[in-house]
């Protein structure tokens, strides 16, 4: 039997209690005093204080386990209906692959409450954003869609001249007010938080715990370059999902090396303003 030293501590503790309680009792002359008896019972304590330690913790391990398994099932379903929601996106005029994103936000707070996830090991933590801005190699990878977006403007522009800023804006016009500034910016951080949760915290947060990280950065970039596919010209709509599969690819990065989709969120803020900013201004 191995006893670390926490346990030997509270067979202690719990023992003596016991024998305090005892001796006051008969110190009180309120139990008669039989050595057999009491060292029966106090025998009886620190077995039970044993088995409660040990298989309580035998216990606690199982139900981990079955939790961790219930919540690997509910991602597989998770991914399995974003997924389908998104291809219907092959045919650009599909109004239900945007409801991808609802699945994956409930799904990621379904599998966070049935793997009973603390706050620490959650995809989705406030507490700890300092902290996880002070991983190496965060602050840099956070700043390359800003880079990305504006790159991806300026190709474009060059390749289809202003066909491609055109179509990205009609792409986002269905979601995005542009003609009111303060709604706009609610909206953009709306969005860019919920896709986090969804695809980053969700997607490729729980999916990597299943299989390979990279296998699940590409099927969630796919999966969620897929939903930003519009109609029109084929070869600016092959560049634009190109594009939104990088940036994706970048978010999945950040994710994984903060553990923190609150701050893959904030890449994914900054790139888009920059990204507006910039379509207002220069083109």
């Not at 030293?5 to 003596?16: N, P, R």
């Not at 399995?80 to 692959?97: D, E, F, H, R």
Request: neutral net charge; aromatic residues 12%.
């Amino acid at each position: 039997m191995k006893l670390n030293e926490e346990q030997t501590k509270e067979i202690c503790l719990t023992l003596a209690l016991f024998v305090h309680g005892y001796a006051s009792i008969i110190t009180n002359n309120s139990l008669e005093f039989d050595e057999a008896v009491v060292a029966a019972h106090l025998e009886n304590v620190y077995i039970g204080t044993i088995f409660a330690l040990l298989g309580g913790n035998e216990m606690k391990n199982q139900q981990i386990a079955g939790n961790n398994k219930r919540s690997a099932v509910l991602t597989l379903i998770g991914i399995i209906v974003m997924i389908l929601l998104t291809v219907t996106k092959v045919v650009p005029s599909s109004k239900i692959a945007g409801y991808s994103v609802f699945v994956g936000i409930a799904f990621f707070f379904i599998t966070e409450a049935v793997a009973k996830t603390k706050d620490p090991e959650s995809g989705l933590r406030f507490t700890t954003i300092a902290a996880d801005l002070k991983k190496p190699g965060v602050i840099f990878w956070m700043l390359l869609p800003s880079v990305s977006g504006i790159a991806s403007l300026v190709v474009g522009n060059l390749i289809f001249s202003g066909e491609f800023v055109a179509h990205v804006m009609g792409r986002t016009g269905s979601i995005l007010s542009f003609d009111k500034t303060a709604l706009l910016i609610v909206q953009v951080i709306i969005a860019a938080f919920g896709e986090e949760i969804a695809y980053r915290g969700f997607f490729f947060g729980k999916a990597s715990k299943l299989f390979p990280v990279w296998l699940c950065a590409l099927a969630s970039s796919a999966c969620f370059a897929t939903g930003h596919i519009a109609a029109g010209n084929i070869m600016v709509v092959v560049y634009d999902v190109v594009g939104v599969f990088i940036d994706s690819l970048i978010f999945s990065v950040i994710y994984h090396k903060s553990g923190n989709c609150v701050i893959s969120t904030f890449s994914h803020i900054l790139g888009n303003t920059i990204s507006l900013i910039a379509v207002f201004v220069f083109f």
